[in-house]
């Protein structure tokens, strides 16, 4: 950077994203949490996503406290912790969409099996991520200390590669509700209306 010229920084996009969607996740996790508590009960999927929602709300704490030492200035700069709450918080709220179809899918249906093997794999997925993500840097310390001797990985290759591993799963598991309920032999109007409902995932 000249001497002078601002700093190229995307801080307020992130306390954009941050004010924007934190409220709306804590608003229909309440609702969902209501629902559920009032006409039916509380499964596995909601206490996977009660889980995600608290990792969430950590990620939203290390970001802004990353925002402080270099996060939306350099990519060398963003805070660990908040990369290992990351996966960690996808992997959650994944794992509680694929609870919730094994609960409504019959036991009898092939797709019970295909949603665990799934879910085993999104559990891997983001172990593995995580686990790279804390031994990015030999040793960890050099990580925030560049003043000592160590190495980091391919940092944005690896970046990208987890993004495009996490669009796949993403894709596949928000497209699982019409694989599985479009061959419902139930009435067309009720069938569209379940298929919106499940939908919803997509925002």
């Known amino acids: 950077d000249q001497p002078g010229q601002p700093v190229p920084t995307r801080v307020p996009e992130i306390h954009g994203f941050i004010a924007g969607f934190f409220p709306v996740a804590t608003i229909l996790l309440f609702l969902r949490l209501y629902s559920r508590w009032k006409f039916s009960y509380i499964g ?104 000592i001797k160590g190495t980091c990985f391919n940092q944005p290759a690896f970046y990208y590669v987890d993004a495009s591993v996490n669009i796949c799963t993403d894709l596949m598991i928000l497209s699982l509700p019409w694989m599985i309920f479009s061959s419902l032999k139930v009435p067309r109007r009720k069938k569209y209306a379940l298929l919106a409902i499940c939908s919803v995932g997509v925002l």
């Open 44 to 147: 596995k999927d909601d206490i996977m996503i009660i889980i995600a929602y608290i990792l969430y709300v950590g990620l939203i704490i290390a970001t802004i406290f990353a925002t402080k030492y270099g996060l939306g200035i350099h990519i060398w700069d963003c805070g660990l912790s908040s990369q290992l709450l990351y996966p960690a918080t996808l992997g959650c709220i994944k794992f509680s969409i694929l609870l919730f179809l094994s609960r409504v899918v019959p036991s009898s249906s092939p797709w019970k099996k295909r949603i665990y093997w799934i879910a085993a794999f999104v559990v891997c997925e983001e172990t593995t991520f995580t686990l790279a993500l804390f031994f990015q840097c030999r040793p960890l310390r050099y990580y925030w200390d560049k003043e």
